[in-house]
């Protein structure tokens, strides 16, 4: 640095002092790395470290590296709880399977179809292009309980005829396969056709929704594909020949001797007869219970109407519900970290913005959750300059913050209760998004925009304005201003007539100016082995006041040294260091997340509310994450309502009737009403997540009830009157309509009852897919006879074709109906 006067001197300095970091309190030279466009997370921040550690061997032995932010920690942790629910999930599902079946052998036979279906998954989605990631890995979780329904059904109808009939495993499998492949491909096509559409949709939540979509549909083709070739052939090699009189399966006789010995044997006995006891007593009351489902389903079906009129209050009620459930985009996580932006007065020095930074740090660094602290000077969110600074606090891993207000949420709303009663700086905590690259923090971001021409000073008093109203609304919190305000700057007015008159150029009247009060380069020098810039700059004491501008001389043409008084003025004035434009507006920016308890979807149509008070020509726009939640916002009904259609002419196609999909997709709106009265109990939002869990209960409704109705047609096809035909499929198909979903239920019990990483995620999805599953299965199996039997009478008479049964069909064939139907019959047609 030259210093401009008597005396010149040389020293070596900073090559730039507008930025500076400390790590902990330590000073640290930063470096940022950002992932490219498709790259690998986890593999580019293992290259990462494996580069720093070869760099590591020539550093100076007091300079050391550490990385104190990185985002993959919420990766890996993220994917190692999902590992861990699907490991849980699988166990809960083997062991209802293992409480229905009560056998070993046709317990492992679903279980086996399991990791081979999944196996199929991931060689799917390779083919296809696609990662395992947190979204797939979502998706795999929720298939689980799908990927055993198909080989439930086959065991399950096995294991009734070996025990009914007394067929040997092969006989019974021969048999069993024939009555049950159409239901096995109908729902196979329903599952799949209904998550297609979810693979079409464009922007952020596409990809979202592409996810789920590819892993389910593929998961789900393989587990059909195994229960119509792998399943039978397990059945036929696994199982053993059951005595066909002997109904209580697991009962078995227990020497009592060897039950009263001691040592293994004695145990495994006792063991072994408990669990006969046990299994016995259960098949008892479930035989009890099955018998009071059908009294009861006779006598909804002797009075349909009364059934559809329950039906009908019950769509009522959820389309009241589902209008009442707030919206929102993604669930906000706890990602391990928050970020802190704070600002000090407008033109504020350095000095005075590390005073106010010292309660900031302290009190992060007094807080045991935090393992590191990076703090950078001159920089954050709202803009550069000596009074911004902005800090990444990282928290120790999820499973050692186990105090009561260890989360990021809950440390949040703490640290800005205390950052609030700052009185020189403003300071606002922010978590990150839950989608990178989709803006720079949760919650919402609104650009208030100068359409109309008005004028900045109007647009500042409309943003004032706003500040002022959003404020005081409940439904808004942490709201902020990201833009810098009027700071103090030198203005300099040169008569160029003058300066010509004395002989200046005004190029040299400006470099003059550009070298003392900003800098030059000058030209290279060696130091040490390293290549330094030489930089010209007046020192600090003669460019500090408005006089010191004055006081400079450059010379004229002549060689005379011309003061900047003689044709110059400079005075104080205020200007906003930057202004921005927003779609070629000019824009302020306000951002804000939801005050607690209120949904994301909530805070939006509070600010579009508050901003038609704000004066004519000013408007806004959505940026960010909230442009992509209003993009999504009318999404759900539409993808609700392609699917529900696709859904209706695959069954179409598959009964060739118009009546059967009909009665099919009339039990949709009950798993709704489950998915909504759960998330409603739980505080959750309806995201994307939430989406995903619907069109999942559209294709699981839709499963009840083709199991029903698919028996139902063949039973009449085998000549039973219709409402013999609807009643014993009923009884028939209770016992796997039971195990299914309630094997499928407990596999989402680990994602309702998620936590640690992406825990918000993992509960948003499972909670509503389970709430849904609970709902359509009590109001299904009293819903979906009854509602068949009436759209059979009343919408279409005509025979459907059974599916996989389509060259037997004959829809002209009369059923040995009596010719006058009674309340329960229905007429020859």
């Given at each position: 640095?030259?210093r401009?006067g008597?005396?010149?001197?040389?020293e070596?300095?900073?090559?730039?002092?507008?930025?500076s970091?400390t790590l902990?309190?330590?000073?640290?030279?930063?470096?940022a790395i950002q992932?490219?466009t498709?790259?690998?997370a986890?593999t580019?921040?293992?290259?990462?470290?494996?580069?720093?550690?070869e760099?590591?061997e020539g550093?100076?032995?007091?300079?050391?590296?550490?990385?104190?932010?990185?985002?993959?920690?919420?990766?890996?942790?993220?994917v190692?709880?999902?590992v861990?629910?699907?490991?849980?999930a699988?166990?809960?599902?083997?062991?209802?399977?293992?409480l229905f079946l009560?056998?070993?052998r046709?317990t492992l036979?679903?279980?086996?179809?399991v990791?081979?279906?999944?196996?199929?998954?991931c060689?799917?989605?390779?083919?296809?292009?696609?990662?395992?990631n947190?979204?797939?890995?979502?998706g795999?979780?929720?298939?689980?309980?799908?990927l055993?329904d198909?080989a439930?059904?086959?065991?399950?109808?096995?294991?009734?005829?070996?025990?009914e009939?007394?067929?040997?495993?092969?006989e019974?499998?021969?048999k069993?396969m024939?009555?049950?492949t159409?239901?096995i491909?109908?729902?196979?096509?329903?599952?799949?056709?209904?998550?297609?559409?979810?693979?079409?949709?464009?922007?952020?939540t596409?990809g979202i929704y592409?996810q789920f979509?590819?892993?389910?549909a593929i998961?789900?083709?393989f587990?059909?594909?195994?229960a119509?070739s792998?399943?039978?052939a397990?059945?036929a090699t696994?199982?053993?020949p059951?005595d066909h009189?002997?109904?209580?399966?697991?009962?078995?006789?227990?020497d009592?001797e060897v039950?009263?010995?001691?040592?293994?044997?004695?145990?495994?006995?006792r063991a072994g007869g408990?669990?006969?006891?046990?299994?016995?007593?259960?098949?008892r009351w479930?035989?009890?219970m099955?018998e009071k489902?059908?009294r009861?389903?006779d006598?909804i079906?002797?009075?349909?109407?009364r059934?559809?009129?329950?039906?009908?209050t019950l769509?009522l009620?959820?389309?009241v519900?589902?209008?009442r459930?707030?919206?929102a985009?993604?669930?906000?996580?706890d990602?391990g970290?928050l970020?802190?932006?704070?600002?000090t007065q407008?033109?504020?020095?350095?000095?005075?913005?590390d005073?106010?930074?010292e309660?900031i740090?302290g009190?992060?660094?007094?807080?045991e959750?935090?393992?590191?602290?990076?703090?950078?000077?001159?920089?954050s969110f709202f803009g550069?300059?000596?009074n911004?600074?902005?800090?990444?606090t990282t928290?120790?891993?999820?499973?050692?913050?186990?105090?009561?207000?260890?989360?990021a949420?809950?440390?949040?709303?703490?640290?800005?209760?205390r950052?609030m009663q700052?009185?020189?700086?403003?300071?606002?905590?922010?978590q990150p998004?839950?989608?990178q690259s989709l803006?720079r923090?949760?919650?919402f971001t609104?650009?208030?925009?100068d359409?109309?021409g008005v004028?900045?000073?109007?647009l500042?008093?409309?943003r004032d304005?706003?500040l002022?109203?959003?404020?005081q609304?409940?439904v808004?919190a942490?709201l902020?201003p990201?833009d810098q305000?009027?700071?103090p700057?030198?203005?300099?007015?040169?008569?160029?007539?003058?300066?010509?008159?004395l002989?200046?150029?005004?190029?040299?009247?400006?470099t003059?100016?550009?070298?003392t009060?900003?800098s030059?380069?000058?030209n290279?020098?060696?130091?040490?082995?390293?290549v330094?810039?030489?930089?010209i700059q007046?020192?600090?004491?003669?460019?500090?006041?408005p006089?010191?501008?004055m006081?400079?001389?450059i010379?004229?043409?002549s060689g005379?040294l011309?003061?900047?008084?003689a044709?110059?003025?400079a005075?104080?004035?205020a200007?906003p260091?930057?202004?921005?434009r927003?779609?070629?507006?000019?824009?302020?920016?306000?951002?804000?997340t939801a005050?607690?308890g209120?949904?994301s979807?909530?805070?939006?149509?509070e600010?579009?509310?508050l901003?038609?008070?704000?004066?004519?020509?000013?408007g806004y726009e959505?940026?960010?994450?909230?442009?992509?939640?209003?993009q999504a916002g009318?999404?759900?009904?539409f993808l609700l309502g392609?699917?529900?259609i696709v859904?209706f002419l695959?069954?179409a196609?598959?009964?060739?009737s118009?009546?059967v999909p009909?009665?099919?997709?009339?039990i949709?709106?009950?798993?709704v009403?489950?998915?909504v009265v759960?998330?409603?109990?739980?505080?959750?939002?309806?995201?994307?997540?939430?989406?995903?869990?619907?069109?999942?209960?559209?294709?699981?409704a839709?499963?009840n009830?083709?199991l029903?109705?698919?028996f139902?047609?063949?039973?009449?096809e085998r000549?039973l009157?219709?409402?013999?035909a609807?009643?014993?499929?009923?009884?028939?198909?209770?016992r796997?309509?039971?195990?299914t979903?309630?094997?499928?239920t407990?596999g989402m019990?680990?994602?309702?009852?998620a936590s640690g990483a992406?825990a918000?995620?993992?509960?948003?999805v499972?909670?509503?897919v389970m709430?849904?599953m609970?709902?359509?299965?009590?109001f299904?199996i009293?819903?979906i006879p009854?509602?068949?039997?009436?759209?059979?009478?009343n919408?279409s008479r005509?025979?459907?074709?059974?599916?996989?049964h389509?060259?037997?069909?004959?829809?002209?064939?009369?059923?040995?109906?009596?010719?006058e139907?009674?309340p329960?019959?229905e007429p020859?047609?």
């Open positions: 640095m030259v401009l008597e005396v010149a001197r040389v070596i300095g900073a090559q730039s002092y507008a930025t970091a902990n309190g330590q000073p640290m030279a930063g470096m992932l490219a498709g790259a690998n986890l580019t921040a293992e290259g990462i470290r494996e580069r720093l550690a760099i590591d550093l100076p032995p007091d300079v050391a590296w550490e990385i104190p932010y990185d985002t993959t920690p919420f990766v890996e942790a993220s190692e709880e999902v861990i629910t699907l490991v849980e699988m166990v809960l599902v083997f062991l209802v399977m293992f009560q056998n070993w046709a036979i679903p279980t086996l179809v990791p081979i279906a999944l196996a199929g998954a060689l799917g989605l390779w083919l296809f292009g696609f990662s395992i947190v979204l797939s890995l979502f795999m979780v929720l298939a689980i309980g799908i055993v198909d439930i059904v086959v065991i399950e109808n096995v294991e009734r005829i070996m025990r009939e007394g067929l040997p495993p092969l019974a499998t021969r069993a024939g009555q049950i159409g239901a491909i109908g729902i196979t096509l329903v599952l799949i056709a209904v998550f297609i559409p979810m693979a079409f949709f464009p922007g952020s596409g592409r979509s590819v892993t389910l998961a789900i083709f587990s059909a594909f195994l119509l792998l399943t039978p397990l059945c696994f199982l053993k059951m009189e002997h109904d209580d399966a697991g009962e078995v006789d227990v009592p039950e009263a010995a001691s040592g293994w044997r004695g145990m495994l006995a408990f669990g006969a006891r046990f299994f016995s007593r259960f098949n479930f035989a009890r099955q489902y059908g009861t389903n006598r079906l002797s009075r349909p109407w059934g559809f009129a329950v039906f009908l769509v009620l959820t389309v519900l589902f209008a459930l707030p919206s985009m993604l669930p906000t996580e990602q970290f970020i802190t932006a704070v600002q407008p033109g504020a020095t350095q000095a005075r913005t005073e106010a930074l309660p740090t009190y992060w660094m007094n807080r959750e935090v393992e590191n602290l990076v703090l950078v000077r001159g920089f550069r300059g000596q911004n600074a902005l800090m990444f928290f120790k891993p999820w499973e050692e913050r186990t105090g009561p207000d260890s989360s949420g809950e440390m949040l709303a703490d640290a800005m209760d950052f700052l009185d020189n700086a403003s300071a606002f905590v922010i998004p839950a989608i803006g923090a949760s919650g609104l650009k208030l925009q359409g109309g004028g900045r000073e109007t500042t008093a409309a304005q706003m002022g109203i959003a404020s609304s409940p808004i942490n902020r990201e305000g009027p700071s700057e030198v203005e300099v007015e040169i008569d160029r007539v003058q300066a010509r008159a002989g200046l150029s005004l190029s040299d009247v400006n003059a100016l550009s070298i009060f900003g030059a380069y000058v290279d020098f060696n130091r040490d082995g390293r330094l810039q030489v930089q007046a020192d600090a004491p003669y460019r500090m006041t006089e010191d501008i006081a400079l001389r010379p004229n043409a005379e011309v003061p900047f008084s044709f110059a003025s005075r104080w004035s200007a260091a930057s202004l921005s927003y779609n070629g507006y000019p824009a302020m920016t306000l951002s804000g005050a607690p209120e949904s979807g909530s805070a939006l149509a600010m579009e509310q901003a038609e008070q704000l004066p004519q020509g000013i959505w940026t960010g994450l909230s442009y992509e939640e209003k009318g999404q759900i009904g392609l699917s529900i859904v695959v069954l196609a598959l009964y060739e118009w009546a009909l009665a099919v997709l009339l949709v709106p009950t798993g009403l489950g998915a759960f998330s409603m109990l739980r505080g959750l939002s309806a995201d994307i997540y939430f989406n995903v869990g619907l069109i999942t209960i559209v294709g699981l839709a499963k009830a083709i029903i109705v698919e139902a047609i063949e039973e009449e000549g009157r219709r409402i013999d609807i009643k014993s499929a009923a009884r028939l198909r209770l796997p309509i039971i195990m979903s309630l094997a499928f407990m019990v680990p994602l309702a009852l992406g918000a995620s993992r509960i948003s499972g909670t509503g709430g849904g609970i709902a359509t299965t009590i299904g009293f819903l009854m509602l068949y039997l009436l759209v059979r009478r919408v005509k025979q459907p074709v059974a599916a996989g389509l060259d037997e069909a004959d829809p002209g064939k009369a059923k040995p109906d009596d010719t139907p009674g329960d019959e020859v047609r």
